[in-house]
């Protein structure tokens, strides 16, 4: 089922998580304990991210670095299909523009449709760990709205090959990112909304944002949305802050700010059990005004352990 038509059936939010495949030679039993230990809250769908290559420098002997560029995380696509086996609920792979050219794209949708995956998050990527800017591929996509375009497009029969017209449509549902406080390349918010308004135009049916920690930003990025015509569901995107070193890890790789509230009693604990604690108060509260809001979907970055967000799920759900 589509996510637009579970959120659209729910009677209240709907609980949700991100899960990441595990790194290359470790074993799906993870994710299965993962998904087991938050199958009571009764997540209808969970996405499954997906990770470009990276560029990684080995030292030989002599002194010399060799440059290898592998990918440690493969295995969205077969993940998501095990999921919606086992478990009977929808994977939401995501799928990328960097890496891919518009065939890959087709190839790609062409296996998920045969897998019966009726879901994708569609987005950008970032650069490849190790390059300073994003460079699309030879005939691939420069931003996230052409790809949403390239899928409905498919959902059309519209397919690369001309003499290919008028085939079997698929029939995805497309979700795409948004980023309460900007995406860090954009020059302004505003500038930022006008691009989603276009990843909106282009058929995608919801978003799904950045994690954040300060509700009003969530609030006030939802207002700037709808105020620039945008209607679709906006999903908020929850991380509970685990270790110390979220503190310059998150800022780093997200782009987020954190509350002086939540920076102030992280720092006041004396160990990781206690900032796991501060992390879980922390996002019990965040999830509860949320809800109290009318968000349609509260979506959980797992990232690893999960007996936080059972915490937290626990109480506010
Ligand atoms: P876009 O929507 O294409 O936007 C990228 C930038 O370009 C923005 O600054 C935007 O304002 C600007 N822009 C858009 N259109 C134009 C235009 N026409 N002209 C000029 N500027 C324009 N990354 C992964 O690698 N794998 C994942 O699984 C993954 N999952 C994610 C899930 C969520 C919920 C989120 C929020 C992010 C995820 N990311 C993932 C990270 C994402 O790929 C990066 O944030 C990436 O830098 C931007 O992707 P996007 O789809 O938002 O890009």
Not at 69 to 92: E, F, H, L, M, S
Not at 255 to 271: N, R
């Amino acid at each position: 089922m589509k996510v637009i038509d579970h959120i659209n059936n729910a009677k209240e939010t709907i609980f949700s998580f991100e899960i990441l495949p595990p790194l290359k030679g470790q074993n799906i039993g993870e994710i299965y304990q993962t998904i087991d230990s938050l199958m009571e809250y009764k997540p209808p769908f969970v996405n499954v991210t997906y990770h470009r290559e990276e560029v990684v420098y080995k030292q030989m002997p002599g002194g010399l670095l060799e440059q290898k560029v592998i990918k440690k995380r493969p295995g969205t696509v077969g993940i998501c299909a095990a999921i919606q086996n086992k478990y009977k609920i929808d994977a939401v792979p995501h799928i990328l523009c960097g890496g891919f050219n518009r065939e890959d794209t087709e190839n790609a949708l062409i296996d998920l449709n045969f897998l019966g995956i009726e879901n994708v998050l569609a987005l950008r990527g970032d650069c490849i760990k190790g390059e300073t800017y994003f460079k699309a591929e030879k005939d691939g996509h420069a931003f996230a709205a052409d790809l949403v375009k390239q899928i409905y497009e498919m959902n059309e029969g519209v397919y690369l090959d001309e003499e290919l017209q008028n085939r079997t449509p698929s029939n995805f549902c497309v979700g795409v990112a948004g980023y309460p406080e900007k995406h860090f390349e954009a020059p302004s918010l505003n500038n930022d909304i006008a691009h989603m308004k276009a990843k909106i135009d282009a058929g995608a049916e919801y978003i799904t944002t950045q994690l954040f920690f300060d509700n009003e930003k969530y609030f006030k990025y939802v207002e700037k949305c709808r105020a620039a015509g945008i209607t679709v569901p906006i999903i908020p995107g929850i991380k509970p802050i685990a270790t110390k070193k979220h503190l310059s890890i998150l800022p780093h790789f997200f782009h987020v700010d954190l509350p002086d509230d939540l920076v102030t009693a992280v720092e006041a604990c004396k160990d990781n059990k206690e900032v796991r604690q501060v992390g879980i108060e922390w996002a019990i509260n965040q999830c509860k005004e949320l809800k109290k809001a009318g968000v349609p979907v509260l979506h959980f970055y797992s990232m690893g352990k999960v007996d936080n967000i059972q915490s937290i799920a626990r109480e506010v759900f």
